[in-house]
């Protein structure tokens, strides 16, 4: 499908009938049910934004402006190494094996434990940083002197960055606007007790609907829940 505005509409409305029969439903309700669904995706999931900053001064306190209005959290912040030193990383994750298959001299071997263990007292494993939302400001504390930052914000979630991920998130958020489109066309069909025929009362499925719509919009919670990226700090 065409997975726009236009496309999710038409999606939600051959689930729910047509053209078989009529779906009681304006474009700009399903413009809500859209939002609805896209306003619980963005409590579980963001879009990664990586950006890099020095910071040239010793600062008990430094303070970086989120870079865009759609900027709605801090996902990750550390310090970017020099490639030297992140190649030490790199050698002392394999220091096991290569003790096994020792080709380096001691001194070598002394040299690296010593330039990292430095590393950290100077630098911290990790920096120590706050995200105030109500400024939108990140504050990061560089008392060791001039560093280099890697951040990565977490942007909001559009209906275009959902069609450029997996076809499960595609069809969970299908499932979510399906949901809330069923609960508002209950609520529409069950103002009215029914519809005069020849034969009688034709009675509305509102009750059914509006079951089935809940219990559908749980399940997109849920799944939501389950398909959260395991990220180490978030801060909203």
Known sequence: MDFTLDGV????????GEPSMDVELADTQLDLCVEDALRLYNQFHSMPEVQTTGVAEVSDEVVIDAPSKEIKGVLWVDYIRPENLQQV?????????????????FGVWHEMRSFFEMHRKTRGSEPDWVYDRQTR???????SGPISLAIIWGKEVTLADIDERKSEHRQMFL??????AMILLARIR??????????GIISLDSAELRAEG????????TSLLKTTPPLPIIQW
Do not use: C, E, H, S
């Open 190 to 199: 069950g103002k009215f007790g029914g519809i005069p025929a020849p034969g």
């Open 9 to 16: 509409r038409q999606y939600v409305r051959t689930k729910l």
């Open 175 to 180: 499932d979510g606007v399906t949901a809330n």
């Open 214 to 221: 809940q219990t559908n919009l749980a399940a997109y919670k």
């Open 89 to 105: 990383i790199n050698d002392l994750n394999f220091i096991l094996y290569r003790m096994v298959y020792p080709y380096r001299k």
């Open 137 to 143: 400001k990140l504050l990061v504390n560089a008392w």
